[in-house]
T-cell receptor, first 116, second 113 residues
Framework: GAVVSQHPSRVICKSGTSVKIECRSL??????MFWYRQFPKQSLMLMAT?????????EQGVEKDKFLINHASLTLSTLTVTSAHPEDSSFYIC????????????FGQGTRLTVV | KQEVTQIPAALSVPEGENLVLNCSFT??????LQWFRQDPGKGLTSLLL?????REQTSGRLNASLDKSSGRSTLYIAASQPGDSATYLC????????????FGTGTQLKVEL
């Protein structure tokens, strides 16, 4: 399958600072990228969907001003957690899809964010 | 609203045993169902994807079945190995191939020597 790379794999930041997470499709052009959040022992919850060159679509309950998503190219999307707080500590996973809605999405390795 | 449930939440088996993981979903209007493996602190690895028109898919020691009308899928693992220890997640995609995958909470599998 296609490769999606996420960076960093782990990050610890101080409360009030911002953190950027990158998601790259290495061997295909990702027209759509997805950002998920996973709390311990819970399932993945979709946060937002981004299409290259347009604004992200956020799921209900997700603060768009807190979780800034940029999808400026067909191989890169970024998620910035602004003014992070301890409750933002979580596992963030991206996935990327090429082509139409009927194509499979591939997942990155995830980023463990700890806000202290 | 689609809800996906996985039973059991955790399972421990001795090496070599065959086992079945269960996934149920409340809305049968799905486009496909996918089984993933997640190792601790890692991302997701896709194992099998079953389209709504299919009944099962096989890959090596893995076999996944789908009964859309009853809202159920099973993942069968034959001759389990310690390397199979991981969390297994199922996810359904709505009819029309929409963006949103709805995930189950997973089954944490431990295969012991």
């Amino acid at each position: 399958g296609a490769v999606v790379s996420q960076h960093p794999s782990r990050v610890i930041c101080k409360s009030g600072t911002s953190v950027k997470i990158e998601c790259r499709s290495l061997d295909f052009q990702a027209t759509t990228m997805f950002w998920y959040r996973q709390f311990p022992k819970q399932s993945l919850m979709l946060m937002a969907t981004s299409n290259e060159g347009s604004k992200a679509t956020y799921e209900q309950g997700v603060e768009k001003d807190k979780f800034l998503i940029n999808h400026a190219s067909l191989t890169l999307s970024t998620l910035t957690v602004t003014s992070a707080h301890p409750e933002d500590s979580s596992f963030y996973i991206c996935s990327a899809r090429a082509g139409t809605v009927n194509t499979e999405a591939f997942f990155g390795q995830g980023t463990r964010l700890t806000v202290v | 609203k689609q809800e996906v449930t996985q039973i059991p939440a955790a399972l421990s088996v001795p090496e070599g045993e065959n086992l079945v993981l269960n996934c149920s979903f409340t809305d049968s209007a799905i486009y496909n169902l996918q089984w993933f493996r997640q190792d601790p602190g890692k991302g997701l690895t896709s194992l099998l994807l079953i389209q709504s028109s299919q009944r099962e898919q096989t890959s090596g020691r893995l076999n996944a079945s789908l009964d859309k009308s009853s809202g159920r899928s099973t993942l069968y693992i034959a001759a389990s190995q310690p390397g199979d220890s991981a969390t297994y997640l199922c996810a359904v995609r709505p009819t029309g191939g929409g963006n949103k995958l709805t995930f189950g909470t997973g089954t944490q599998l431990k295969v012991e020597l």
